[in-house]
């Protein structure tokens, strides 16, 4: 958890707009990355991954971005919806690793 | 296919007492990871197992904790003597095979209140 962090703790969305939530890490060993949604009393649920042999890869509705020269990764959600309020965490291994560490997580609020 | 499930999903223990937390894999999965996340915090990792086998305990504190996957049967975590600084969510995780190469999927927790 000490090598992955995020930028902002909280964020704030009008309903409709795009979100981008960011990450930044510091281990450069690091090769996979993963965006996890959680909700309120519930388990973390996975939303996105990524490798770092790629610098983008898209989902529904969610594009996750990696670059590996200033070590950060980014989520972007589009059209938000009072839905995705979750805290959003990322988290990253090394290679051959198995244990995720994770960063302390960003609260995104929709406005409706 | 059910997914991965934790229980209880709340449990109070008074200081001193045991708390036994238990985690039924997702079917198919043989891999299971346990995970602490304290208020306003990530997860940490504590322990991972395969059946039977610790394969990793580097996240878990050397005493009062200790876990386990049996043959049969849902994997426990097991605290013993609990102290208040023990109360947080505990996660469990699967997967088919050690997340070198596959995403692991989480169960709903166990919220620990010691009181």
């Known amino acids: 958890g000490e090598n992955v962090g995020l930028h902002l703790p909280t964020l704030s969305v009008q309903e409709g707009d795009n979100s981008i939530i960011n990450c930044a890490y510091s281990?450069?060993?690091?090769?996979?990355f993963i965006w996890y949604k959680q909700e309120s009393g519930k388990g973390p649920q996975f939303i996105i991954d990524?490798?770092?042999?790629?610098d983008k890869r898209q989902g529904q509705r969610v594009t996750v971005l990696l670059n590996k020269t200033v070590k950060h990764l980014s989520l972007q959600i589009a059209a938000t919806q009072p839905g995705d309020s979750a805290v959003y965490f990322c988290a990253e291994k090394g290679p051959y690793d198995y244990k995720l560490s994770f960063g302390a997580g960003t609260t995104v609020t929709v406005r409706a | 296919n059910a997914g991965v499930m934790q229980n209880p999903r709340h449990l109070v223990r008074r200081r001193g007492q045991e708390a036994r937390l238990r985690c039924s894999p997702m079917?198919?999965?043989?891999?299971v990871y346990w995970y602490r996340q304290l208020p306003e915090e990530g997860l940490k990792f504590m322990v991972y197992l395969q059946k039977e086998n610790i394969i990793d305990e580097s996240g878990m504190p050397k005493e009062r904790f200790s876990a386990e996957f049996p043959k049969e049967g849902p994997s426990i975590l097991r605290i013993q003597q609990v102290v208040r600084g023990d109360s947080a969510a505990y996660f469990c995780a699967s997967s088919r095979a050690g997340t070198v190469n596959t995403e692991a999927f989480f169960g709903q927790g166990t919220r620990l209140t010691v009181v």
């Open positions: 990524i490798r770092s042999n790629m």
């Open positions: 079917k198919g999965h043989s891999h």
């Open positions: 281990n450069s060993a690091s090769d996979y």
